[in-house]
């Protein structure tokens, strides 16, 4: 297991998080997030009530 940093910057709704990888960035807020990884990937986060939550990945 190799070590890894990751640095995250919020600028009002949107978050840029730099890592060893690169640079990925996000929109939204506690309920809905939408994220663009480093690697490109997009995915969708939806947070319910009670600790629940809902992730999928966009194409």
Known sequence: MGWGHR??????PFRITLSRSGVGHSFGGRAVRVT??????????????????WKKTLR
């Not at 640095?7 to 009002?12: C, E, H, I, P």
């Not at 663009?36 to 939550?53: C, E, I, Q």
């Open 36 to 53: 663009k990884t480093a690697d490109g990937r997009r995915t969708l986060t939806v947070n319910l009530p009670g600790g629940f939550h």
């Open 7 to 12: 640095k995250a910057v919020k600028v009002g």
